[in-house]
């Protein structure tokens, strides 16, 4: 069974960094790409940014792009979100997100499985 | 980047009745759309991918349908569980992989 927990989330002032991690179990981390989509508060779905299977491909989104990054580390199967700059506009619960489909690179596929979310609020 | 558009953002309904949501796509994504449930405080949870697959464990009252820039999904005989948000997704060309602004199904 597919398990995804997120941690690092909490009160962090503008300006400053925060990572978030993700660790998985019950499947092969290796063979999917994963992603992290956050949620403001009474919001909508917001996809975030994508790490392919390989590690060759990443994408942000432009909200994002250049302040954070994502990585993983299949040795411990986890995956992580580096907010570096962080804004009051980057409130919101931070979800990971598991590839419907094995050795993809995002593209024709879905988010089959979600981690159940870390709140992240940026505020003085 | 691809624009998803919703409609309605409300949809009141009965148990028993018929739902059909609709996304539109400001460009073609192919088929490489998918549908999710999100109830409150609670993760998303995926319902169809590729336009019209039902994900595991997901009731056959709920199907998906459409390709290119129109998609529906239709929920054939609602459920009191089914009373939640749906969003659409795309997955058909390059990130960014946007979402629509939701709808809201309610009793």
């Known amino acids: 069974q597919v398990h995804l927990v997120e941690s690092g989330g909490g009160v962090v002032q503008p300006g400053r960094s925060l990572r978030l991690s993700c660790a998985a179990s019950?499947?092969?981390?290796?063979?999917?790409?994963m992603h992290w989509v956050r949620q403001a508060p009474g919001k909508g779905l917001e996809w975030v940014a994508l790490?392919?299977?390989?590690?060759?491909?990443?994408d942000y989104a432009d909200s994002v792009k250049g302040r954070f990054t994502i990585s993983r580390d299949d040795s411990k199967n986890t995956l992580y979100l580096q907010m570096n700059s962080l804004r009051a506009e980057d409130t919101a619960v931070y979800y990971c997100?598991?590839?419907?489909?094995?050795?993809?690179?995002?593209?024709?596929?879905?988010?089959?499985?979600w981690g159940q979310g870390t709140l992240v609020i940026v505020s003085s | 980047e691809i624009v998803l558009t919703q409609s309605p953002a409300t949809l009141s309904l009965s148990p028993g009745e018929r739902a059909t949501l609709s996304c539109r796509a400001s460009?073609?994504?192919?088929?490489?759309l998918a549908w999710y449930q999100q109830k409150p405080g609670q993760a998303p949870r995926l319902l169809i991918y590729d336009g019209s697959n039902r994900a595991t464990g997901i009731p056959d009252r709920f199907s998906g349908r459409g390709s290119g820039t129109d998609f529906t999904l239709t929920i054939s005989s609602l459920e009191p569980e089914d009373f939640a948000v749906y969003y659409c997704?795309?997955?058909?060309?390059?990130?960014?992989?946007?979402f629509g602004q939701g709808t809201k199904l309610e009793i």
């Open positions: 997704q795309q997955r058909g060309n390059r990130p960014p992989y946007t």
């Open positions: 997100a598991k590839d419907r489909r094995a050795y993809t690179y995002g593209f024709a596929t879905a988010n089959e499985d």
């Open positions: 460009q073609s994504v192919d088929i490489y």
């Open positions: 790490i392919s299977y390989d590690v060759s491909y990443k």
């Open positions: 019950g499947f092969t981390f290796s063979n999917f790409g």
